[in-house]
């Protein structure tokens, strides 16, 4: 079945400690995105990501990393995460000039 | 800053009716994208426009693209109750420093009542 992964669905943390959402996809496409999604705030980007070892800032950046060494992963990294980055996160992939597929969501957490 | 804007925020409507939902965006696009949401769980994906199309259907729901006014419509004819979620529209950038970035609006909350 085609689909987005994403571990863990649901985490709570403490400020500063570092941690890695995990998102995978076996459909073999080239772009995958993290967002985030808050109340009266709709959907942002975090990172986007055109192929492996291309990465690029979406609009909302600071305070994440993103990796992608295989073309199916592309964790989100915390390193130091604060309660301003308790959120709903989605992982999500495509080909170029297609429909978004969406993970079920990662909802973090950080006290 | 979003690309796609939804109009309205929210709507309320009787199972039955139509709802339409509309999208204004700034910049060239490839394609517009619709999806829909139910709460707190992931974005499916509904229906593609392509740039160079001005109307495109899929069952009970028609798109229509116009790129001079830089807008969309999401029509959702013969509403139920199964179809309250979120709608929200997302824009495929064309060239220049979005390239092939997807960018979300803040959406429609659509709410139909039996």
């Known amino acids: 079945e085609a689909q987005v992964t994403q571990n863990p669905r649901y985490l709570i943390t403490v400020t500063g400690k570092k941690l890695t959402v995990t998102c995978s996809q076996n459909m073999n496409h080239e772009y995958m995105s993290w967002y985030r999604q808050d109340p009266g705030l709709g959907l942002r980007q975090i990172y986007y990501?055109?192929?492996?070892?291309?990465?690029d800032k979406g609009d909302v950046p600071e305070g994440y990393k993103v990796s992608r060494k295989e073309k199916r992963n592309f964790p989100l990294i915390l390193e130091s995460p604060s309660p301003n980055q308790t959120s709903l996160y989605f992982c999500a992939s495509r080909k170029h000039g297609n429909e978004q597929y969406f993970g079920p969501g990662t909802r973090l957490t950080v006290t | 800053s979003q690309q796609g804007e939804e109009d309205p925020q929210a709507l309320s409507i009787q199972e039955g009716e139509n709802a339409t939902m509309n999208c204004s965006y700034k910049?060239?696009?490839?394609?517009l994208q619709w999806y829909r949401q139910n709460s707190g769980r992931g974005l499916v994906h509904l229906i593609l426009i392509r740039s160079n199309e001005r109307e495109k259907h899929s069952g009970r729901l028609r798109v229509t693209l116009d790129t001079s006014k830089k807008s969309s419509s999401l029509l959702i004819t013969a509403s139920r109750a199964a179809d309250t979620a979120s709608y929200f529209c997302a824009t495929d950038a064309r060239g220049g420093t979005s390239y092939g970035k997807l960018t979300f609006g803040q959406g429609t909350i659509l709410t139909v009542h039996p």
């Open positions: 910049t060239s696009i490839n394609n």
């Open positions: 990501s055109m192929n492996v070892e291309v990465t």
